[in-house]
């Protein structure tokens, strides 16, 4: 889950994967596989960094940890 602000400044807590795209029309508009749209504060580039760090998180990418090994 990524926490993200709505343009009137309020917090809400979305589940990053059912993001399907992320575009600036320029608010950055966030489309979900359900065809929901959110339109939020943060940049394409936050949102795609707090994505990112949220499948590190559950170990989605598979990516080695610092430190870590991927055998």
């Not at 807590?13 to 929901?36: C, K, Q, S, W």
């Not at 959110?38 to 960094?49: G, I, Q, R």
């Not at 598979?62 to 870590?68: A, D, I, K, N």
């Amino acid at each position: 889950m990524i926490t993200l602000t709505r343009l009137n400044g309020k917090s809400f807590t979305l589940n990053a994967l059912y993001i399907e795209t992320v575009e600036a029309f320029p608010d950055t508009t966030i489309l979900l596989t359900n065809g929901r749209r959110y339109v939020v504060k943060e940049t394409v580039d936050e949102v795609n960094s707090c994505s990112l760090t949220f499948f590190q998180k559950v170990n989605l990418l598979h990516l080695s940890q610092e430190g870590g090994s991927t055998n």
